[in-house]
């Protein structure tokens, strides 16, 4: 089998960054040596000083399939992470129908093993109804087909609420599995919608988003669940944190139960309120962008580790939806093609470790959710590599999306995506698609935590 070389690289992980040589052998990684071996035969590439990590793994999308594909469908926003240097991706279950059972999972693997062009998985949806039926699954073994269980403590597109305090109970104590949170206090934002209405009638500017889905409905919802996580030991993984507050809270949380981890997205650590005036409904998402002091906190998080990994929350609609009024503008930014450089850019700009990227887009993500294979620069895993030159400076231009805009576009980027292997076979080559035809995509697979159970499977 041939055997290509990766020499002068800068090879990033978790753990370190040192120059060497790193080998792919059909699609796994072959062998990482300080000097080059000689193979003969072997295709000998010079990165050139160029970083090499592992893919991304972006466990925190919305790729709208089924039910919105007028937005963005799983072929196309695939498509546009391998060229942002995402190979892997698991998507949320607020689809149309929502994926709240096995068999949804199962139409999704389906769909996505004819359209993906990135490895594939799914998060499970928890309701006020299907607790016991999502235990039932990882008791009999079925656990391994989708990465976590995602609960909206607070609503967003998709209408998947679970607000029966009694239902949180049962799903915290759920083990084997990792809890996500999108996480906000429904009663606050609704009586501070109320405000916003009295005051402005059906005109509410954007500016007062972050006062709608304001700290307050964040920071309640979140102590809950750290509340919760800590009573029952649960596997908690808190979703696209936006406030300072939080930070604190998690960064105590993780004391008292280790297995508590928190996500945030670059739009985050990018973006602040003084923006909405500019950008409007291009800004809209949920939770809000918040203050220059949120996102200060939160790029002081990602370097001690209090945040753990980067979800992009890409999340498309179309141009015409955004530029509506305020009430009717649906909330969600896509983004995952710009995910990979933006927090290259800001890790540069205020001097976080290059440790910490690989950490947030890929170790710590195949950790959190049992991924097999993937996520780690090891000889005998999967070869899903990016390389970035980080000298590179680029504007961001029309994104690959679907719905063909990014709030990122013409902003300013430092650390370009040159090349993207996909279980092996080179996908992206000077920043644009290579001949193939991304048919090497997989399945992710995912080992739970399950613990042993005489239940007899009704499913």
Not at 189 to 215: Q, T, V, W
Not at 276 to 298: E, H, I, Q
Not at 351 to 379: C, H, M, N, T, W
């Given at each position: 089998?041939?055997?290509?070389?990766?020499?002068?690289?800068?090879?990033?992980?978790?753990?370190?960054?040192?120059?060497?040589?790193?080998?792919?052998?059909?699609?796994?990684?072959?062998?990482?040596?300080?000097?080059?071996?000689?193979?003969?035969?072997?295709?000998?590439?010079?990165?050139?000083?160029?970083?090499?990590?592992?893919?991304?793994?972006?466990?925190?999308?919305?790729?709208?399939?089924?039910?919105?594909?007028?937005?963005?469908?799983?072929?196309?926003?695939?498509?546009?992470?391998?060229?942002?240097?995402?190979?892997?991706?698991?998507?949320?279950?607020?689809?149309?129908?929502?994926?709240?059972?096995?068999?949804?999972?199962?139409?999704?693997?389906?769909?996505?093993?004819?359209?993906?062009?990135?490895?594939?998985?799914?998060?499970?949806?928890?309701?006020?109804?299907?607790?016991?039926?999502?235990?039932?699954?990882?008791?009999?073994?079925?656990?391994?087909?989708?990465?976590?269980?995602?609960?909206?403590?607070?609503?967003?597109?998709?209408?998947?609420?679970?607000?029966?305090?009694?239902?949180?109970?049962?799903?915290?104590?759920?083990?084997?599995?990792?809890?996500?949170?999108?996480?906000?206090?429904?009663?606050?934002?609704?009586?501070?919608?109320?405000?916003?209405?009295?005051?402005?009638?059906?005109?509410?500017?954007?500016?007062?988003?972050?006062?709608?889905?304001?700290?307050?409905?964040?920071?309640?919802?979140?102590?809950?669940?750290?509340?919760?996580?800590?009573?029952?030991?649960?596997?908690?993984?808190?979703?696209?944190?936006?406030?300072?507050?939080?930070?604190?809270?998690?960064?105590?949380?993780?004391?008292?139960?280790?297995?508590?981890?928190?996500?945030?997205?670059?739009?985050?650590?990018?973006?602040?309120?003084?923006?909405?005036?500019?950008?409007?409904?291009?800004?809209?998402?949920?939770?809000?962008?918040?203050?220059?002091?949120?996102?200060?906190?939160?790029?002081?998080?990602?370097?001690?580790?209090?945040?753990?990994?980067?979800?992009?929350?890409?999340?498309?609609?179309?141009?015409?939806?955004?530029?509506?009024?305020?009430?009717?503008?649906?909330?969600?930014?896509?983004?995952?093609?710009?995910?990979?450089?933006?927090?290259?850019?800001?890790?540069?700009?205020?001097?976080?470790?290059?440790?910490?990227?690989?950490?947030?887009?890929?170790?710590?993500?195949a950790d959190i959710f049992g991924i097999v294979g993937r996520g780690y620069l090891k000889p005998g895993l999967f070869a899903d590599i990016v390389?970035?030159?980080?000298?590179?400076?680029?504007?961001?231009?029309?994104?690959?999306?679907?719905?063909?805009?990014?709030?990122?576009?013409?902003?300013?980027?430092?650390?370009?995506?040159?090349?993207?292997?996909?279980?092996?076979?080179?996908?992206?080559?000077?920043?644009?698609?290579?001949?193939?035809?991304?048919?090497?995509?997989?399945?992710?697979?995912?080992?739970?935590?399950?613990?042993?159970s005489t239940l007899t499977c009704t499913f």
């Amino acid at each position: 089998m041939p055997i290509t070389l990766l020499k002068n690289a800068e090879i990033v992980t978790g753990a370190s960054v040192s120059k060497g040589t790193l080998g792919i052998e059909g699609e796994l990684i072959s062998g990482i040596w300080k000097e080059t071996p000689n193979i003969p035969g072997a295709e000998v590439i010079d990165m050139k000083g160029c970083l090499v990590m592992a893919g991304g793994i972006d466990a925190h999308v919305h790729f709208r399939e089924p039910g919105m594909t007028r937005k963005a469908d799983i072929g196309s926003e695939s498509f546009a992470a391998v060229l942002g240097g995402i190979t892997s991706f698991i998507d949320m279950p607020n689809t149309i129908p929502q994926a709240t059972s096995i068999e949804a999972i199962e139409w999704k693997l389906g769909r996505a093993s004819e359209t993906s062009s990135a490895n594939f998985g799914f998060h499970i949806g928890a309701t006020n109804s299907n607790a016991a039926m999502i235990r039932e699954y990882i008791d009999c073994g079925k656990g391994d087909m989708f990465g976590g269980i995602k609960v909206f403590m607070g609503s967003s597109t998709g209408n998947m609420l679970v607000d029966k305090d009694s239902v949180l109970e049962d799903l915290f104590k759920i083990k084997g599995k990792t809890i996500l949170i999108h996480s906000e206090d429904e009663g606050i934002i609704r009586r501070n919608l109320d405000k916003a209405r009295e005051e402005y009638g059906d005109a509410i500017p954007f500016e007062a988003h972050p006062l709608i889905r304001s700290r307050e409905a964040c920071v309640k919802s979140t102590a809950k669940a750290i509340e919760l996580a800590v009573k029952y030991g649960t596997r908690l993984h808190i979703l696209h944190v936006s406030t300072k507050e939080e930070v604190s809270m998690i960064r105590e949380a993780k004391k008292a139960n280790p297995e508590i981890t928190a996500e945030t997205s670059a739009n985050y650590l990018w973006f602040s309120e003084k923006d909405y005036p500019r950008m409007a409904g291009m800004l809209k998402c949920n939770p809000a962008v918040k203050s220059a002091s949120d996102k200060d906190a939160l790029i002081e998080a990602l370097a001690d580790g209090t945040i753990d990994t980067i979800g992009s929350d890409h999340a498309p609609h179309l141009r015409e939806e955004k530029l509506k009024p305020y009430l009717e503008c649906p909330s969600g930014l896509p983004t995952i093609q710009q995910s990979l450089p933006a927090v290259l850019t800001i890790a540069r700009e205020h001097g976080i470790p290059l440790q910490r990227i690989a950490s947030a887009f890929s170790e710590k993500v195949a950790d959190i959710f049992g991924i097999v294979g993937r996520g780690y620069l090891k000889p005998g895993l999967f070869a899903d590599i990016v390389v970035i030159d980080p000298d590179e400076e680029f504007t961001v231009g029309t994104p690959a999306y679907k719905c063909g805009w990014s709030p990122y576009e013409g902003c300013r980027m430092k650390g370009a995506v040159k090349m993207v292997w996909l279980n092996g076979s080179l996908v992206v080559s000077e920043g644009k698609p290579s001949d193939y035809c991304f048919s090497s995509r997989k399945e992710i697979l995912f080992r739970s935590r399950s613990t042993d159970s005489t239940l007899t499977c009704t499913f």
